[in-house]
C-alpha cells in the first residue's frame, strides 16, 4: 500500500516550479518513485504530475543538438524519427530498457533522476556526452547570471556532474530536469549489456566523433558510469580500463568476475565501433 | 525528511475514464493504484497482483494502447483515458482470436499469469501484426509464467497473429 500523498497537475513548466519543494516531488511515470513509496524510502506530501505538460514531450534539433524532453517515454524515444536519424544508439539502448511495460511508463528524465547506477540510459547518454537542463523558479531575479526564460534560472550539467552516486544526483528540490541534449553529429556508437536478470550486470557504449576522437562508458558494473576518452579505438586497453574500476559485488557476481566480464564486453564494443567507422 | 501536514490537502482525485469501453466516474484515492481501483472498486479481478515490482506481468493491462503495470499505475492516472483489461477481449461472450489460440495452443495451465500475457500479446500484435518468434519472445520477456515453459505462449501468439491477418482486421 502506498502512503497518502496530494495531488498537483500543472499545465505549464513555471506552475510546476512553484509545486516543487523537498517534500512536493516531480511525478511522471512512477516506475521508480512509486516503488519508492512502497518501500518507505520516500514520503512526499504531494507528487506533481508533469504529464500535462506538453512542452515536457517534444524532440527537436536545436543549435546543432538533439534535444528531448524529459517526459519522453523510453519507447517514444526508441520510436522518434529524430533520435533514430541523429543518435539511432539511444534508440538502440531505449528499446532494451526493462521490459515493454516499463517502456512505455518510464521516462529518460525520470530515469536519470533516480539515478540507478545500473541504468542503460545513463551509461548510453554518458558516452554520447549528453548534458541535462535544470530549471528552477527564479526567487533571485537573474541575479546570478543564469537567466533563463522569464522568471526562471536554470543550468546545464553533463553526466559526470549530474550523477553524484547511487540513486543521488545534482537535482535541488526546487529543480526540474525539462530536457536531454545530445551533441551533434555522432559519426557511430555502441552498446553491449550482459544481462541476466532484470538490470545488467555490465553495459558498454561506445562513441565515434570523427576526428574528435572517441568515448568510451562502462556502466552497471560500479556506483557511477565510468567514462574514458581516446583519440582513437586502437589505443584502448581494455584489461587496464577493467583494472581501474570498482565493481559492485552482488548476486551478478564478484569483483573478480565482473571485471573480467567488463574487459570481454570492452574489447567487443571496441571491435564493433571499429567496424561501424570503417564501413562505407 | 520533514514533518508534514496532510490534512489540509485532498488525498482523492475526481476521475472520468472508460474501461473497457464504459464510461466510469469516481472518485479515487490518490494512492490507490490501478489495480487495486479495478479489482477492489469494480470488481474486474481478472486483472491479478503478484510481485508489484513491475517484473512479472500479471497486472498486465492497456492504457491508452500503452502496456502498463497496474500494481505500479496509479488509478488517477486513468483520468481521461481509455483502459483495456481482460474482461474487455471477449465479445458477447466469445473468446477472441488470440484468447482461443492460448486455449488451443495449451497456453496455458494455472492460468494466474495468463490475463497479463493476453494484454501483452493484444498490444504486441496491435503495434506488430506478423512479430517473428523473437519478436515475440522479446515483448513478452517482462512477463513471466512458471507453468507452461513459454514456448504454447509464443505458438499461441503467432498462432494468433496469423489468423488475425488472415480474418484481415484487428482482432480486438
Given at each position: ?159 559526470a ?41 555490465v553495459?558498454v ?10 568515448r568510451l562508458v562502462v556502466g552497471a558494473v560500479g556506483e557511477l558510469p565510468a567514462g574514458f576518452d581516446f583519440?582513437?579505438?586502437?589505443s584502448v586497453d581494455a584489461e587496464a580500463i577493467a583494472g581501474e574500476l570498482e565493481p559492485t ?6 569483483i573478480l568476475?565482473k571485471r573480467h566480464v567488463t574487459a570481454?564486453f570492452i574489447r ?13 | ?172
Amino acid at each position: 500500500m502506498l502512503p497518502p500523498f496530494g495531488l498537483a497537475r500543472p499545465r505549464s513548466v513555471s506552475a510546476a516550479l512553484a509545486e516543487l519543494d523537498e517534500d512536493s516531488v516531480p511525478y511522471w511515470g512512477g516506475t521508480e518513485l512509486l516503488l519508492a513509496m512502497r518501500m518507505g524510502l520516500i514520503r512526499p506530501r504531494q507528487l506533481v504530475d508533469l504529464k500535462g505538460i506538453a512542452e515536457l514531450t517534444e524532440v527537436r534539433i536545436e543549435d546543432g543538438e538533439l534535444v528531448l524532453g524529459a517526459g519522453l517515454s523510453h519507447d517514444e524515444v526508441a520510436r522518434d524519427p529524430l533520435v533514430a536519424e541523429h543518435a539511432p544508439l539511444l534508440a538502440y539502448a531505449e528499446a532494451l530498457v526493462g521490459n515493454a511495460r516499463v517502456r512505455a511508463q518510464g521516462t529518460i528524465g525520470g530515469n536519470l533522476c533516480f539515478a540507478e547506477p545500473r541504468s542503460d540510459v545513463a551509461t548510453v547518454l554518458s558516452a554520447l556526452s549528453a548534458e541535462v537542463r535544470l530549471v528552477a523558479a527564479d526567487g533571485t531575479d537573474g541575479a546570478d547570471g543564469t537567466d533563463g526564460a522569464d522568471g526562471t534560472r536554470e543550468r546545464r550539467l553533463d553526466m559526470a556532474a549530474f550523477l553524484l552516486g547511487p540513486y543521488w544526483t545534482d537535482r535541488q528540490p526546487d529543480e526540474l530536469l525539462v530536457d536531454v541534449r545530445i551533441p551533434l553529429p555522432v559519426t557511430a556508437g555502441v552498446y553491449l549489456k550482459y544481462q541476466t536478470v532484470e538490470r545488467p550486470t555490465v553495459g558498454v557504449a561506445a562513441v565515434a566523433r570523427g576526428a574528435a576522437g572517441c568515448r568510451l562508458v562502462v556502466g552497471a558494473v560500479g556506483e557511477l558510469p565510468a567514462g574514458f576518452d581516446f583519440e582513437d579505438v586502437a589505443s584502448v586497453d581494455a584489461e587496464a580500463i577493467a583494472g581501474e574500476l570498482e565493481p559492485t559485488p552482488d548476486l551478478t557476481g564478484s569483483i573478480l568476475y565482473k571485471r573480467h566480464v567488463t574487459a570481454v564486453f570492452i574489447r567487443r564494443a571496441l571491435a564493433e565501433l571499429a567496424e561501424k567507422v570503417s564501413a562505407p | 525528511m520533514s514533518e508534514h501536514e496532510l490534512s489540509e490537502q485532498p488525498l482523492d482525485t475526481e476521475i472520468q475514464t472508460h474501461i473497457n469501453g464504459r464510461p466510469i466516474a469516481r472518485r479515487v484515492r490518490n494512492r490507490a493504484t490501478l489495480a487495486q481501483f479495478l479489482r477492489d472498486d469494480l470488481g474486474l479481478t481478472g486483472t491479478k497482483l503478484s510481485c508489484e515490482l513491475q517484473v512479472c506481468g500479471v497486472c498486465s493491462v492497456l492504457v491508452d494502447d500503452r502496456p502498463v503495470s497496474a500494481c505500479t499505475y496509479l488509478a488517477v492516472d486513468v483520468d481521461g483515458r481509455q483502459v483495456r483489461t481482460v474482461e474487455g477481449l471477449a465479445c458477447n461472450g466469445k473468446l477472441n482470436a488470440l484468447q482461443s489460440a492460448f486455449v488451443e495452443n495449451f497456453a496455458l495451465q494455472c492460468g494466474f499469469c495468463t490475463a497479463g500475457f493476453l494484454m501483452m500479446s493484444t498490444s504486441l500484435l496491435e503495434r506488430n501484426p506478423d512479430p517473428s518468434e523473437h519478436e515475440v519472445v522479446e515483448y513478452l520477456d517482462g512477463n513471466i509464467c512458471r507453468c507452461t515453459g513459454y514456448e504454447p505462449i509464443v505458438q499461441a501468439v503467432l498462432d494468433a497473429a496469423g489468423r488475425i491477418r488472415a480474418a484481415g482486421t484487428s482482432d480486438d
